[in-house]
Each structure stands twice: as structure tokens, then as C-alpha cells.
């Protein structure tokens, strides 16, 4: 991100935002790289933002300007259905067997390994841009306790994998995900609660 930053710090807006787009187009289409994708985005949706502040947006958004709330709130569905995706393994035949995900399943692109972040992607990115243009989900996420994980998310983005494998791994077992390293390990935790 910091080396995107600077690289693009000296372009012109349109050039940078065009730009920034293109990072995220070539990491999700090109290279199987979401996480990159994911970081892109959030750098792109931050400078959308501080251009917006500043009243300084390209002329394409003061079309969509006036219908900012429905687009918000249609962007929330899209990622809350999307932010769902049916992920049982890497698969792309059970996405195509799944309810509701058969055509869905053909935007995947060829570069994506497992396809499920391909979908997290448009999911976290929809929802991210959604959230500040929703009222009522703003005030949610401007009360104090969500001001004070904001506070310490960079903490806790430090620690969430050594949480997630301690933890994780136990929840997967108890809810009857076998794998063999939890066959082996933690035999006692398996299918203790299984969940469909």
C-alpha cells in the first residue's frame, strides 16, 4: 500500500483513481491475489472519500449523486448475499449446486484459485462503501464502542491469525469440520456440536 501510495502520489487525480482501479483489476483478474486486491480497494475508497470531502470527484459521480442512498443501500443486499458464499471447498462445481449461486458462479475468473475470496472481495467492498451512505448503519459504527475497537483494530488486526488458528481450529472441530491434522490433534473436539 505504502509503495502504491507513493508511486501514485505525484499523477493527476483521474490518472491515480484510474490507476488505483487498475492494481485492484489486476490483482483479482490477472494474478490470485485478493488480499492485495483488498488492500487496493480500501486505498481507492479512502481517496474517493477524501476527494469527495473536498468536493473534488470526477463528473462521472455527480450523475450517480442523486441516487446515492438507493445505490448504498442496494450495494448493502448485494454484499450481504455475497458476503454469504457457499464455501464447502475450492470447488467451483458445489458453488454451481448451491442455491442461487449457478450464474453467479461464471463471473469467478480464471486467475482465482478459491473462489470464495473472489466473492469476500466485492462483499467487504461493497460493504464498506455502503456503510458511511446509510444514516442508520453510520450511527451504528459511530457509537463509542465501535469508536474504541476502531481504536485498537490495529491490534487486533496483529493478532487476529494466532487467534484465528487457536480458536478457529477448535470451533471447526466442534461444529464437525474434520481434517487430518484435527483428527490428529484434537480428537476430542470433533463433531461435539455439528452444524449442517
Known amino acids: 500500500m505504502y509503495t502504491v501510495l507513493l508511486a501514485l502520489s ?3 487525480r483521474n490518472a491515480r483513481l ?3 482501479a487498475a492494481l485492484v483489476f489486476y490483482f483479482l483478474y490477472v494474478a490470485d491475489g485478493w488480499y492485495c486486491a483488498l488492500f487496493v480497494s480500501g486505498v481507492l475508497l ?3 472519500d477524501l476527494l469527495a470531502a473536498k468536493d473534488n470527484l470526477p463528473a462521472f459521480f455527480a450523475v450517480l449523486q442523486p441516487h446515492r442512498k ?3 443501500h442496494v450495494a448493502l443486499a448485494i454484499s450481504m448475499y455475497l458476503g454469504g458464499v ?3 471447498s475450492a470447488d467451483i462445481a458445489k458453488l454451481r449446486g448451491s442455491g442461487g449461486w449457478y450464474y453467479l458462479s461464471f463471473l469467478k475468473p480464471q486467475a482465482v484459485f478459491d473462489y470464495k475470496w473472489f466473492y469476500l ?3 467487504s467492498t461493497l460493504l464498506v462503501a455502503s456503510i458511511p451512505r446509510i ?3 453510520r450511527r451504528f459504527f459511530e457509537t463509542r464502542f465501535c469508536q474504541f475497537l476502531g481504536r485498537i483494530s490495529f491490534a487486533l488486526y496483529l493478532v487476529h491469525g494466532p487467534v484465528l488458528w487457536i480458536l478457529g481450529d477448535k470451533m471447526y472441530a466442534l461444529a464437525g469440520w474434520e481434517n487430518r491434522a484435527r483428527k490428529e490433534h ?3 473436539w470433533l463433531g461435539k456440536f455439528p452444524l449442517p
Open 186 to 188: 484434537i480428537p476430542g
Open 121 to 123: 472481495f466485492w462483499a
Open 86 to 88: 457457499p464455501a464447502p
Open 70 to 72: 438507493a445505490i448504498a
Open 135 to 137: 444514516p442508520w448503519l
Open 18 to 20: 484510474v490507476l488505483e
Open 46 to 48: 479512502c481517496d474517493l
Open 10 to 12: 505525484r499523477c493527476a
